[in-house]
C-alpha cells in the first residue's frame, strides 16, 4: 500500500515508532484508549483497548502521519 503526503505529494513509506530508552530498544509505540489511569507507579492501562501505531513518513518532506488501524 502506498500514500501520498498531504502536504507536498511525496511518496509516504510506512514505518513504526519504537520507543528507546538508553539507546536500547523497548517497544513498539501503542495509542491506549481513554484518559489516563494514574497511579503512584506510573499509569494502568489494564482493561483498557490497545492498539499499535502505525507511522507513515514522507520521502521528500519527511512529515509524519500516524494511525492506530484496527
Known amino acids: 500500500?502506498?500514500?501520498?503526503?498531504?502536504?507536498c505529494g511525496g511518496r509516504m513509506?510506512?514505518?513504526?515508532?519504537?520507543e528507546l530508552k538508553d539507546g536500547n530498544q523497548k517497544?513498539?509505540?501503542?495509542?491506549?484508549?481513554?484518559a489516563p489511569d494514574k497511579k503512584w507507579w506510573g499509569l494502568s492501562i489494564r482493561g483498557?483497548?490497545?492498539l499499535t501505531?502505525?507511522?507513515w513518513r514522507?520521502?521528500?518532506?519527511?512529515?509524519l502521519e500516524s494511525y492506530a488501524p484496527g
Open 27 to 34: 517497544a513498539i509505540t501503542e495509542w491506549v484508549e481513554g
Open 1 to 7: 500500500m502506498s500514500k501520498s503526503c498531504g502536504k
Open 48 to 50: 483498557k483497548r490497545r
Open 13 to 18: 513509506d510506512q514505518g513504526i515508532l519504537l
Open 58 to 63: 514522507c520521502g521528500r518532506c519527511g512529515y
Open 53 to 55: 501505531v502505525e507511522s
